[in-house]
């Protein structure tokens, strides 16, 4: 292959121990004018060979490798493989059920940059993220169609991270029947309403399965406060486990509406929940000043920290909501709190937990570590793919 990027001297270390990112300041030179999106070969500064890599002119992520093995062809076939080993271990997991749904594909973990696809019963959403996952976009979707046989395949690349990598925002139909209106997974003997189209990601966040699993143990006869809701995956598990009611609160309207139909389905009644719409740390606030206290309280923001400058004031937000979380507790009710900020690391979460129950003048033991569930995997040569940290705390 006559187009390389060719890395500088010393600068092939990461790629030695595996990990497929090849950042701009790593790189000494690129080879025969390649296309953004198309695969060149990567060599260290002697000309020895370190894998193929998609080759991107926009992002700071210079190249991100599809393989590390010489003899390997970027071709329709490897995409197969890929996709089939991916299918092949949800399986092993038991996710594979019919009217289920799981994350089928999860970028660098399933050796595939830039690609993710989650499953609703029979059909797939799929995001193409990076300009390699773009370049191959019709290797990608024939491999889904040919592994998976599912009876529709639509995209949902209109996600921001894409500008990144100087490529528009693109979503629809790529094969097969459209999208219903409404997708119905279920979980358990749980049932899910999900916006395929239009909810955030690609509507449902399958990385929470094992959360959901450890509500169950808490939520008999509790009365729950369920904070950043979204359409209630979680207020349909604590019902589900014969909670006594939950309040849940969220920003997004349309999500309460989502969540009202997620209680209707599992046949739910009104007086078993509550629906607030607003800015969650105003409404902690005025909770506080209510004395209100609850069993369990639930805090699982979105990404509070994007770049490393985010670091800290994302860590200050997730402090100010534990404490307030601890400070609605029951003494012996428990605080589930989650970071999906690949950026703080758990040992820095615990600290800002602990630092939070401290501000509230309580003690609190952890009973529980929680993080991504099976569906979205670390490989272990990327710790970027481990990204959710969770944890359980019981209040003394």
Known sequence: MSKKIVLKKGREKSLLRRHPWIFSGAVERIEGAPVSGETVTVTAADGTFLGYAAYSHASQITGRVWSFDCNDTIDAEFF??????????????????????CRLIFSEADQLPGVIVDRFGKFLILQLLSAGAE??????????????????????????????????????????????????????????????????????????????????????????????????????????????????????????????????????????YENRCGDVFTHLRELVKEKRQFDVVILDPPKLIDSQRALMSGARAYQDLARHGFKLLKPGGVLFNFSCSGLMTADLFQKITASAALEANCDARIIAHLEQSPDHPTLLSVPETFYLKGLVSCKL
């Open 80 to 101: 197969k493989r890929r996709i089939s080993a991916a299918a092949a271990l949800r399986e092993k997991l038991g996710l594979m059920n019919a009217d289920g749904g």
């Open 135 to 272: 370049f191959n976009r019709e290797h990608i979707v024939n491999a889904l169609w040919e592994v998976c046989a599912p009876a529709g395949i639509h995209e949902r690349s209109d996600v921001s991270v894409r500008r990144k990598e100087n490529l528009p925002g693109r979503s629809g139909l790529l094969k097969g029947e459209e999208l219903p209106d409404e997708l119905i997974v279920s979980e358990e003997d749980m049932l899910f309403a999900v916006d395929g189209r239009k909810g955030q990601k690609t509507g449902f966040y399958f990385d929470l399965r094992s959360a959901r699993k450890m509500l169950r143990r808490f939520s008999a006869g509790a009365d729950i406060l369920n904070c950043f809701s979204y359409t209630g995956a979680f207020a349909v598990t604590a019902l589900k486990s014969e909670a006594r009611h939950i309040l849940n609160i969220d920003s997004s309207a349309p999500a309460l509406k989502q969540l009202e139909r997620n209680m209707e389905i599992n046949n739910f009644e009104s007086s078993q």
